[in-house]
């Protein structure tokens, strides 16, 4: 069983780096029946079922796939937002409105995002949404999410909590990435469930 995030409890940057080097060790093939099965597992989700806002994001490289579920989620004539970055890592969001409403957007130095091309709604569209998806590269027993660093879904969090709204919060990881602990600052906060390739585990009112 996988040492990651267990007693001696290292550090966020080093778990980080630990769980890409693992994910970057995935084939093409693994990514893509991943993403087929997390898609069925997360259109079970009741939350996803009767919400007519979805706050999502385009997976890229060998993040766990979103795009078969974001096409899902349109087929029931869901409403889906995507994050573009803005160049203080804050998210302004836009409509999904199928693959040809993305295109490839170079920041800096990091890996292209996918992002919506239309019109820009604005920071605060992610508060109309009853689901947000939140990317992440771990998730442990109490539903304490690792992100990447970048702070933009803390942002997303914390302006959640100011419009005092509560949509379902929901990471989606690979089997692997649930474990038993991760290291969590006072700013943190718990995710209500994790959708994985083989099921879904929830935790806790946050």
Not at 73 to 92: C, E
């Amino acid at each position: 069983m996988s040492q990651i995030g267990r007693p001696a409890e290292p550090d966020k940057r080093t778990l980080r780096r630990e769980f890409l080097a693992v994910r970057n060790r995935l084939t093409a093939d693994d990514v893509r029946e991943a993403a087929v099965a997390l898609a069925g597992r997360a259109l079970e989700l009741p939350e996803l079922a009767r919400a007519r806002t979805v706050a999502a994001y385009v997976s890229v490289g060998s993040e766990p796939g979103t795009l078969a579920l974001l096409d899902a989620l349109r087929a029931r004539s869901v409403h889906v937002l995507l994050p573009a970055l803005l160049p203080d890592n804050d998210l302004d969001w836009g409509a999904y409105t199928g693959e040809d409403s993305l295109a490839p957007v170079q920041h800096g130095g990091r890996m292209a995002l996918f992002e919506p091309i239309g019109q820009r709604l604005g920071p605060d569209a992610v508060t109309t949404a009853d689901v947000v998806l939140l990317p992440g590269l771990a998730v442990d027993a109490r539903g304490m999410r690792l992100g990447r660093g970048g702070g933009s879904y803390d942002r997303v969090l914390a302006r959640l909590e100011r419009a005092d709204v509560h949509p379902a919060l929901v990471v989606l990881l690979y089997d692997a990435e649930v474990v038993e602990r991760v290291p969590a600052e006072a700013h943190d906060r718990p995710v209500h469930a994790v959708v994985t390739p083989s099921g879904v585990r929830r935790f806790r009112a946050a």
